[in-house]
């Protein structure tokens, strides 16, 4: 049963007096017009995990460090691994992400690292548990729990992400094997519209997530990605990202969310990869920050940006744009590509290279973590690091 169709007999403990308005189940009192007071009961947020999570999320939020995301599914690590001439199989990946995760030092400028399912059950080659890995270092584990993108039915050519079903058992599971964090993608696409259909689909079922993601006390990362691919502008950008954001945010707050208890992870505003006219980063800060504080309430503690298919530099230089001031939420990054890229050019498979290509995830994750700061800066970048990284209709 729903939290929305539970009788008010089923739900919390916590009772008010009717009178003055309520918001969000924190009680006000006044006198009965009858006798005495009446109890209204509401239904309970986060099931008890609150604490929890408020202190995950502020912990993932901690200064000058952000989210490594190597969530990528077995086909999409695939892709990844065969850039550098290797097999796609378990061994393989098992190998990759055991030289991310176990980079000395890695936990000084990365809090939270996002795992795909395979990685949150496995071990490294001498047995030791990732979660252990990620643990000794600091590092929270999270765990992406969506189950990709279908035809969305009615719309114009536009998708929905599917998971849902068996979401609130897999959850329990996930945080029994040491996650505390979740990631759930879905996607709104410019050129295709949006249409109402698909935004109102999109924010709802992130809201949903994010209840049973708290509900089992996991902290849900809300990511309603806005697509770059077309010709449009910053402005275009903008205007769809605010109302994605709102729409979200009212679905969130309907669903009884604690604010307190998520993370966003936004893409940043910029104008559509074919556009004519590149934007600079203090102009896609200026978008990106007032999008953002027309929407997402202060109580919600960090906003990790994934990287949309910039170049690793330019996915540094713009999140530095976005911290020359002060801002009510913790503003970082939840990268991919934009942390991998370069290391998987020094490893190429070889044990040889393992060394190499860690102080490469070290460098990019070090100038992550200064663009938090607000201090980075773009000299001595290898010409490497500034190429871009867009795939069509797949930004992070």
């Known amino acids: 049963m729903s939290i929305m169709a539970m009788p008010l007999n089923a739900a919390s403990n916590r009772t008010v007096a009717v009178g003055k308005p309520s918001f969000m189940g924190k009680s006000v009192m006044r006198k009965s017009a009858t006798a005495g ?21 502020k ?42 995760l176990e980079t000395p030092g890695l936990g000084e400028y990365i809090s939270g690292a996002i795992l795909f ?49 068996g979401l609130a058992s897999r959850t329990a599971a996930y945080y029994k094997q040491g996650a505390r964090f979740a990631k759930w993608r879905t996607v709104v696409s410019i050129p295709n519209g ?52 709102a729409t979200t945010m009212f679905h969130l707050a309907q669903n009884h969310v604690l604010f307190e208890g998520i993370l966003l992870k936004p893409s940043m505003v910029t ?20 999008m953002l504080r027309r929407t997402v309430p202060p109580a919600v503690p960090g906003i ?14 713009n999140l530095n744009a976005m911290n020359q001031s002060p801002n009510p939420w913790h503003v970082s990054f939840s990268y991919a590509r934009a942390l991998q890229n370069s290391v998987l050019k020094a490893w190429q498979g070889r044990p040889e290279n393992v060394e190499a290509a860690q102080k490469a995830l070290l460098i990019r994750a070090k100038a992550n973590s200064l663009a938090q700061l607000g201090l980075y800066s773009a000299e001595g970048e290898a010409e490497e690091a500034k190429k871009g990284m867009f795939v069509k209709g797949y930004t992070y």
Not at 212 to 218: E, F, K, S, V, Y
Not at 278 to 290: F, V
Not at 304 to 317: D, I, K, P, R
Request: charged share 20%; with cysteine.
């Open 117 to 165: 399912e395979e990685t949150l059950y496995q071990s490294t080659t001498a047995g030791k548990k990732m979660v252990d890995v990620l643990a000794e270092q600091k590092i929270v584990a999270g765990i992406k729990v969506d189950k990709g993108l279908v035809p969305l039915p009615g719309s114009n050519n536009e998708s929905w992400c599917q998971g849902l079903d």
């Open 37 to 57: 007071r009446q109890s209204v009961r509401f239904a309970v947020r986060a099931a008890g995990y609150e604490a929890e999570l408020v202190k995950t999320a």
């Open 194 to 245: 949006p249409s109402e259909l698909a935004v109102q689909e999109a924010a709802w079922g992130l809201a949903r997530y994010a209840a049973i993601c708290q509900d089992n006390g996991l902290v849900p990362i809300v990511e309603p990605e806005v697509l770059l691919d077309g010709a449009h502008s910053i402005e275009r950008t903008q205007a769809v990202a605010e109302k994605v954001w």
């Open 271 to 290: 104008p559509g990869n074919e556009h004519g006219q590149k934007a600079t980063p203090e102009q896609i800060a200026s978008a990106t920050l007032a």
């Open 304 to 317: 990790m940006f994934l990287s949309g298919g910039q170049s690793e530099v330019e996915a540094t230089l």
């Open 59 to 100: 912990t993932i939020a901690s200064p000058g460090r952000g989210i490594l995301a190597i969530d990528e599914s077995s086909a999409t690590c695939g892709l990844r691994l065969s850039s550098i001439g290797l097999e796609n199989n378990e061994p393989n990946r098992q190998l990759y992400r055991q030289l991310l």
